[in-house]
């Protein structure tokens, strides 16, 4: 059997959930696998030596990360851990079950069940009963968070996916032959491999490995013939190319670079035209664009965003006919799916605009008439008609697709299934003595994200444990709760906290925002028509921000929305407070000193002479610290004084790179994103569909 009473509660071992008066939690696997292991030593107290063993695996795990662990499962039955009626924490031998604990016989499992699934229906609201009959008609995706044993088949009324590239490590950039015949993709081992080409021949099942060395190899396109593929060659901190592969002589000859592109990119995808001439791919100058590049000529010509605005695209897919671009761009935080037609490179078109995670997922139909892309702010597949502009959807409940191929003939596509990365989040210790220890400060089976610190021992960050990004709170002790209960899958960044630690000032959709810890309240801050991004606080609790508008300025909030901001520094993309003065960035890459006192300006570090990057580096009284990221080598934690000695490294990024990080001025450590990889698989996806509306 698989239900135990815990106290007040019903546990769920199979389902992974905790239910109570009609609530049910849905816990993590290894917060699950911990209740279990704690139940069947019930009234004994559970080492974490024999937590490691019997929970994890024998996997390393550090002692914070079971803590974490812990403090999840006594939030979620609502202990207290100075008072604790469920589990008391024993110093230095373990954890103790206090609750009483009752296995349920088989006839009350049953009663319970049916008990359970006639409050589900008796509980349905109108707006319930309409959401149940979409789901029925679109489908719910139901995925395996353990993905055990890779071959399983996920479906339901219309949506189905199957597995067909298990192999363990990562994939990405998966693209179908324009005769289905056969997928190309990129594939890595775990923790820093490079990324090569692979080819899998669907009449046969072979895989073939089609490049190698000392480089990653993205974004690749087949060729109307079937013969060539296209793809971009990064080689770290040296060069990148779009380079030429002929699939009919692979034993005989080695891919050739075609064009150069911006050896900054951290990734660029290509697509073919069937002209058999134009290539086009993502390339960087100043901001990424969308560029064409006709073999023939050698021109090379901008495509996307003709009024140059403050935005950047990193996403292209060329339609089958060869008429129409879809790109997905990033505007002050928020994603937008833009429509081109090639014949007027005027004409821009956003069709879809969302303030979740970034996209990586464009996919046309057969004869073009049609876009599908994944939306993660609600999880859901969109389909975009052109003809007439109707727009249907497919509800997922996981968020772990990306990549979409273009549709075959017979409608189906190919797609990378899981997260590449899982993020927690560490400390990196400034003092010279101790060797600047990196130690894991939060860490979860999620993504946990964009800390910063309120005062000596609470730290607030960003987590997707729940299904989606919510602030989270981390306490004295290590206790950690979520703190927000957003219904919207946002991205949230740019995180910053005024002097007295009860506010949190951010960026999403666009816009800035207030979150207050105590209340949980949010409110928007700046219209996005503003175009607000980098808050910043004085000494004095005054909140400063960068406005793009015609150029770039640091300038002052006022909280009358019709008095003018107060405009201190032009040129400005970045900017931070020291002391009383501000340290900013420039365009150009250089950080000067603006003294408040008597609006002077000094360089502090020109670009020219550090590799550090834009708006990436916090300031100090001596230096900034910054991050080596991207298509670099020796990436990690950087300091790099103003006398412009060269950079010291403080923190390794290898194999991994690291992501944001916030300098923690109570406690003088920097606090950081650290990644992990996670293996992915290549999946068939078959799609279901519901209406949202005639036009958005």
């Known amino acids: ?98 609750a009483t604990v009752r ?77 289905d015949s056969f997928i190309i993709f990129s594939h890595t081992e775990m923790n820093g491999g490079f990324y090569h ?61 075609i064009v150069e592109c911006s050896k900054s990119l951290g990734f660029s995808n290509v697509s073919a035209h069937p002209n058999m001439d134009d290539i086009f791919y993502i390339d960087l100058s100043n901001r990424q664009y969308v560029y064409r590049y006709n073999k023939e000529t050698k021109e090379k010509i901008r495509v996307s965003n003709p009024k140059t605005s403050n935005v950047s695209d990193y996403y292209q897919k060329l339609s089958p006919d060869g008429e129409k671009l879809a790109f997905i761009r990033a505007d002050n935080g928020a994603n937008q799916v833009v429509l081109k037609r090639l014949d007027d490179l005027d004409f821009e078109k956003v069709i879809w605009s969302s303030n979740g995670p970034y996209l990586h997922s464009i996919s046309w139909s057969k004869d073009s008439s049609e876009i599908i892309f994944l939306e993660k702010r609600f999880n859901q597949f969109i389909y975009y008609n052109l003809e007439n502009d109707d727009v249907t959807y497919s509800i997922l409940n996981d968020n772990r697709l990306n990549g979409l191929t273009n549709q075959r003939g017979d409608g189906e596509v190919y797609a990378v299934l899981g997260n590449q990365t899982q993020y927690d989040i560490s400390s990196i210790s400034l003092t010279p003595d101790i060797d600047h220890q990196q130690k894991l400060l939060v860490a979860s089976t999620a993504n946990d994200k964009n800390a910063v610190q309120l005062n000596k021992t609470s730290t607030v960050y960003v987590s997707d444990r729940s299904g989606m990004f919510q602030f989270w709170l981390r306490e004295h002790g290590g206790v950690e709760r979520q703190i927000s209960e957003f219904t919207e899958h946002r991205a949230y960044f740019n995180l910053v906290t005024g002097p007295s630690g ?3 000032v951010g960026q999403t959709d666009g816009r800035l925002f207030q979150f207050t810890i105590a209340t949980a309240e949010f409110k928007w801050l700046t219209d996005k028509n503003i175009r607000a991004s980098f808050p910043v606080f004085d000494i004095d609790g005054k909140l400063f921000y960068i406005v793009k508008d015609k150029g770039s300025f640091f300038v002052e909030h006022s909280s009358n929305s019709k008095a003018k901001n107060n405009r201190l520094i032009d040129g400005a993309i970045y900017a931070e407070f020291l002391v009383d003065n ?28 550090s590799p550090f990057q834009l708006r990436n580096w916090v300031s100090a009284s001596e230096g900034v610290y910054f991050t080596k990221i991207g298509n670099n080598t020796n990436r990690g934690l950087y300091f790099q004084d103003y006398n412009q000695s060269p950079p010291v490294l403080i923190g ?18 920097i606090l950081i994103e650290t990644e992990e990889d996670i293996n992915t698989n290549i999946v068939k996806v078959n799609f279901g569909r519901a209406k949202i509306s005639d036009k958005l």
């Open 1 to 98: 059997m698989h239900f135990f009473q815990v106290g007040d509660w019903i546990f769920d071992s199979k389902a992974q959930q905790l239910i109570k008066d009609g609530k049910t939690i849905q816990l993590e696997p290894i917060t699950s696998d911990l209740l279990l292991c704690l139940i069947s030593h019930q009234a004994h107290i559970v080492s974490k030596d024999n937590l490691i063993t019997r929970v994890w695996k024998n996997r390393v795990v550090s002692d914070s990360a079971i803590t974490r662990v812990i403090s999840m499962l006594r939030k979620h039955l609502g202990d207290n851990p100075v008072k604790p009626i469920y589990i008391r924490t024993v110093q230095k031998q373990g954890y103790l079950l206090l």
């Open 103 to 179: 296995e349920l016989s088989e006839q009350e499992s049953r009663q319970y069940q049916h008990k359970q699934t006639n409050g589900l229906f008796n509980s349905l609201t109108i707006q319930n009963t309409i959401i149940a009959v979409l789901l029925s008609i679109t489908g719910l995706l139901l995925f395996n968070n353990s993905m055990k044993g890779q071959q399983l088949e996920l479906s339901s009324n219309h949506i189905t996916i199957k597995p067909i590239i298990t192999e363990k490590g990562q994939e990405a950039f998966v693209e179908v032959a324009p005769n």
């Open 197 to 257: 080409l692979y080819r899998k021949n669907f009449s046969s099942g072979e895989v073939i490995q089609l490049t190698s060395g000392e480089h990653n190899d993205y974004g690749a396109t087949i060729d109307a013939t079937n013969q060539k593929v296209y793809f971009a060659r990064l080689v770290p901190s040296k060069s990148c190319h779009i380079m030429e592969l002929d699939l009919t002589l692979l034993e005989n000859t080695e891919p050739l670079p």
């Open 502 to 504: 009860e506010v949190v």
């Open 582 to 609: 501000i340290v900013y960035q420039d365009e150009s890459g250089s950080i000067y000193l603006y003294n408040r006192s008597d609006a002077t300006t000094k360089l502090l570090l020109n670009k020219s002479s």
């Open 652 to 669: 390794s990024g290898e194999p991994n790179p690291f992501g944001s990080f916030s300098y923690d001025r109570f406690n003088q450590p």
